[in-house]
Each structure stands twice: as C-alpha cells, then as structure tokens.
C-alpha cells in the first residue's frame, strides 16, 4: 500500500499563519520584530538559503537587516558585528549562515550570540537548556520535524527512532527533542556498524547524510509501513535531491517526507516563529 507524503509546505503554511498573527500582536504593542543575518562569502547554496529567509519573514511581517561580510572577514571582525547586533534593541534574532570560512570557527561565532537572539538554538546555554528539556529557542529543523509528527498525528512515545546525523544543527538536538517526547532513540553516523540493520528494527528513520554517492536509503533497508523523514538536500545531476528516492520509499513506508518540500519548509517557518518568540522574550512577554 502507498504511504501518505508528509507535506511541508502546508504544515509550514500553517505555523506561518500562527507567527503572521503573533508578529501584528506585537507590533500593535510597539515591537517590531527584527531578524539579522549574518551571510560571510560566497557560497551559493547559503546565499539562496538567505534569501529564501528574508523573504518568509517579509511574508509574515517580520523586518529583516541582512549582513553580507567578505569571505576574508577575521574572528575579530565577526565578533565586533555580533557584539553590536547583541546591543542593539532593535534587532531580535540573530542568524549566522552556516557553515563558515575556515578562518572562523563556528562555535567561537555561534557562542557570542546573546541567548535571547538565538534564533538558531546553538549557544552553549541554550543547548544546555534543550537537554534538560527547558529551552525556550531551539534549533529550527528539529522543531520543525516536530511539528510535522505532531500535525500528522504521529505518536513518539515508545517508537525507535534512528536519527543519520550527528551534526549540532540536525542530530543532536533532535535527539533531545525526540527523548523528551519518550521515544526510544539511535543516533547513527558515518562510523556506524550495521546501519541496514538498525534501520530495518525501526518505526522511524530520519535521515539527514546528504551526499549520494555515499548513502542511499533504500526501501529494502526499511521495514513495511514504517516512517520516513528525508532531511538532506543536495543538487544531484542538477536536481534538488534527499537521501531516498521519494517515489520508491513511498510504495513501503506509511508517511515519507519528499524532497523538496517535505523538511525544508519547516526549517524557515521554525525560524520565524523563534524569531517572534525571541521579540517576546525581548520584552519578558513569554512566560517561562
Ligand atoms: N546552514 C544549514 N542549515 C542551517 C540552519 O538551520 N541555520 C544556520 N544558521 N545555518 C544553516
């Protein structure tokens, strides 16, 4: 039997309505919400990524102040900026495009931002606070891979979950987010043994290796009816393309997310609801 395609970007339509509604709220209370990005050299792929954000914030009211530094920019220089937006009241979320030069490190730079503009969720504090299960901002793509189980009526509680990804941004936050709702969780990386194995003893498998040459998910590595969360992309013979071929797994599993629109939608309107969220925090609006 053919599974159900988990689409993107209708949950992603309707958490986009929510923070609409939440950001004119705000502003009727003289709090314009404000999104800084921090975009350093030219990569391609981030500068669509950018875009893309600043255009979703644009579609739900929020205001944006977009940084493009050279691919050249020092730590000291990276610092100075994230010290300024950090003061500057105006500003509510501050996001660094991903992944940096090499000169910059990524989590001398991440940590610098204030907790209260993290949109991201990867100051040290905050993640301290995702892994007792109290975090206010939390990374974008975990929570949004939430919300996809949540409006699809998914329930967690006892499901093993195999996670391919380790990465602060995807895996380990995830992890988190996937305990806390009492799922049992695997968290499976390049070093993994048995990976076909592991997935095969699983109700869920989300994915997230992003390169085909290496890593396929194949349906003969899932078992019938089980559930798939595609979240990688990557441009493969000029397409935009995950870790399995949406239309082969779809014949095996019960739910799959497609690429693209499945886990990339979620991602943006994720952003723009911690970045209302941060507004309030701003202001001492959200209650802890
Ligand atoms: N690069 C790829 N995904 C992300 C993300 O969610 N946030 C940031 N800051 N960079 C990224």
Redesign the pocket.
Known sequence: MVGTKIDGVLVASSVKERVRKAASELKSQGIEPCLATILVGDNQASAT?VKNKHKACAEVGILTKDHKLPATTSQEEMNELLGTLNSDNSIHGI????PLPKQLGEFETTSRISPIKDV?GLTPYNVGLLSLGKAILKA??PSGIIELFDYYNIDLEGKNIVIINRSN?LGKPLYHLLLQRNATVTTCHSKTKNLQKICQDSDIIITGVGNRTRFTLTPEMIRDGAIVIDVATTRHDEKLVGDCDFDKIIQKAAFASPVPGGVGPM?IAMLLKNTVTAASLSENIVRR
């Open positions: 990524y996001l660094v495009q991903l991201d974008c793509t941004l991602t």
